[in-house]
């Protein structure tokens, strides 16, 4: 079975979000990037972030403006509190307030359990974990701090936290990755407990294997692609597209009754393939 089609193309509605500002963490690569994109041309106005790569972070700027909507690109390590704090408060002085935070920035830093130090598992929860607690915080006290703006959008906020179906799969090898996006569902049902009486919609997108530079092994060979597609009862590997639509539509009044839930988008994945024949 080859990977048929890619995601549907042209399908993001322009006005959808007119008039609404979101901020987007690690968005000059992969999903982050395709999402700021994607959020740009729904309308809203972008801040992308990124930790390294300003030349990808203005190339991605300068794609977002040609839709007519504004972006700037910010620079934060979102693991450091002092730069997140700067970052948002920078973006509600430049661009007025934030409406939309797609907390994306993440990371990898693999080992088998017995070789992983502690500096490895540290950083993937640094950045995984606290990076999308510091931002969110950050975010929602703007978010309280305006309140709703019907003519903008029936919530006060908006966060969609990313995350990934190893918030649910197991992951031999990585039990620093698993662990963060386990953290990262809990954090996600937790906030949206606690701020939906403000109005404010937390939600999470799990994405399943989508093609990035954050797993080039997977997918960079046919070999590899063939092996993958195992686990993808829809046949096909994802496309950075497939993620930012999902953000879109969250992040969009069409999902305003849509609170503290995971939207996996995965092909399947999360179906457990191998017990179609067996089990
Ligand atoms: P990527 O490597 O292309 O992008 C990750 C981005 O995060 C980069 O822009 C990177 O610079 C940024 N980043 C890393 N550390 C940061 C920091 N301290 N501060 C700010 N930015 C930082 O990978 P991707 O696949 O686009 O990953 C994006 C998110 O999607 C991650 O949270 C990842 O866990 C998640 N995800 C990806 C997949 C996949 O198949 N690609 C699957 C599930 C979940």
Not at 104 to 112: I, M, S, T, V
Not at 222 to 244: H, K, N, S
Request: one cysteine or more; charged letters at 20%.
């Amino acid at each position: 079975m080859s990977s048929a089609g890619g995601a549907p193309q042209n399908v993001i509605p322009a006005h959808l979000l007119r008039g609404q500002k979101a901020l987007v963490t690690g968005a000059n690569s992969g999903i982050g990037m395709a999402t700021a994109i994607g959020l740009g041309r729904a309308g809203a106005d972008v801040v992308v972030n990124y930790v390294a790569g300003r030349d990808e972070a203005e190339k991605v700027v300068e794609e977002i403006t040609s839709f007519g909507v504004r972006a700037a690109a910010y620079e934060a390590d979102v693991s450091d509190e002092d730069q997140v704090v700067a970052m948002t408060q920078r973006m509600v002085e430049e661009f007025g307030t934030i409406d939309i935070l797609v907390a994306n920035a993440g990371l990898q830093r693999d080992a088998q359990f017995t070789e992983m130090t502690l500096a490895q598992w540290q950083k993937v929860l640094d950045v995984n974990l606290t990076g999308q607690f510091l931002c969110a915080r950050e975010a929602t006290k703007e978010f309280l701090r305006r309140g709703v703006v019907p003519e903008v959008s029936s919530a006060a906020g908006k966060i969609i936290c990313m995350s990934s179906v190893h918030q649910l799969i197991p992951w031999a090898g990585h039990v620093n990755y698993a662990s963060s996006k386990g953290g990262v569902a809990m954090m996600m049902q937790t906030l949206a407990q606690e701020l939906a009486p403000k109005r404010i919609r937390v939600n999470a997108v799990a994405p399943g294997a989508i093609k990035t530079p954050i797993n080039r092994d997977a997918w960079s060979t046919p070999e590899a692609e063939q092996e993958l597609l195992q686990l993808i009862p829809y046949g096909r590997v994802g496309d950075t597209q497939d993620i930012a639509h999902a953000v879109v539509a969250l992040a969009s009044d069409l999902m305003d009754y849509v609170v503290g839930t995971t939207l996996y988008v995965d092909g399947g994945m999360t179906l457990f393939p191998g017990f179609a024949t067996g089990g």
